[in-house]
């Protein structure tokens, strides 16, 4: 009886855990490649955990290979067509006052089969100077797309990394209204909800930088010590970090630097080592 009871027990929580996770399917019909027939659009969410999700989207009769991203487990997706031929449109509707709202603009190209990131339209929380969320004010930013373009050589037609290039427009630019209300805390929402990773690194390597550059130093810094945390042998983020401790008059950037110029050393580029690293 008590077997019968755990086996039960654990049929139960195989159910749920499978209910749980189970993909959403979604169907809508209309004309994406501008051919003047109708197509079939198919998406999947499918959740990998409690915070993330994958989604693919399946265009056809077109050939292309379906559309995959990753993205956050609690969003809805919204596709239609655009005004404009061999175009799909997806909204990507986030709830609650940290929301992020995205409408992704995807065009055909019939010669490579394939369907291209052209624009993403985000609207995100506009944030005060203590780097809380300003309620009913919303910042709209636009990010226009080359047609190949690559990030760390992949092509990343990844949601998640448009509040990134936003961020990194902001930091190198430094406008008054982003300066008076970046802190460490309002990083730490974009690190949590978008995690340096490979894809991501270059971007919040150069986001440190621009920060660094403004005499934002301890946003950098606490940028950096992740970044060389999760990525020990990049070489450029150790100059970053030791510049930034110097600035600060933090002891710490002797080891950086010695790190940096062991790493440069070991690639055969000592030559191209900044005169400044010896002079400090």
Known sequence: MKQLFLSTLFGLSLLFAQEEYAPENFKVTFDADGDGKVDTIEYTIQKTDTRNAEVKVKIYPTRAKPLTFTSGSNLNYEISRCKQK?????????YGIWA???TSYYVYDRLKRSWFLKKSVLEMPTFDEYGGVIPMKRERVVYNYEMSERIDGEVFPNFAAHPLHALEKKAKDMPERFS?????????????NYPISKKTVTLYNNIAFYLSKHEFNDEAIYILEKIVELFP???VAYLNLGDAYFAEEN????KMYERYIKLMKERGKESRIPERIYDR
């Open 86 to 94: 061999e175009c799909i449109k997806i909204f990507d509707a986030d």
């Open 100 to 102: 992020e709202d995205t």
């Open 180 to 192: 008076n209300s970046v802190n460490i805390k309002y990083l730490r929402y974009y690190v949590e």
């Open 233 to 235: 042998n990049r070489v």
């Open 251 to 254: 002891e710490a950037y002797k």
